[in-house]
């Protein structure tokens, strides 16, 4: 039986830690480089706008059901990226 979007559960939890840690290096290399750490005000709400819209987006507790990240605070990241592509 397949499932609904609505119903379509996260990565693991060991998954989702390999998505924290990749994502936390890449702030870390960018910070390391000198580059801003948050993306401007409008870019963040550009990026969490394309989620919302997203079929994998859990509007219950704001987060992607693809990578399990909490979309609020993942969208102001500079070194952060959508896990298919739309941002």
């Not at 996260?10 to 936390?24: A, D, E, F, H, W």
């Not at 702030?27 to 709400?45: D, L, R, S, T």
């Amino acid at each position: 039986m397949s499932q609904s979007n609505d119903e379509k559960q996260y990565p693991s939890i060991t998954q989702q830690g390999r998505n924290l840690v990749k994502l936390m290096q890449d702030v870390g290399a960018n910070a390391m480089q000198g580059q801003e750490m948050f993306v401007e005000p409008f870019e963040k709400k550009r990026r969490y706008d394309i989620c919302q819209g997203c079929e994998h987006f859990d509007r219950m507790r704001k987060r992607c059901r693809e990578c399990g990240c909490f979309l609020q605070h993942k969208t102001g990241l500079s070194a952060a990226e959508c896990p298919i592509g739309k941002w």
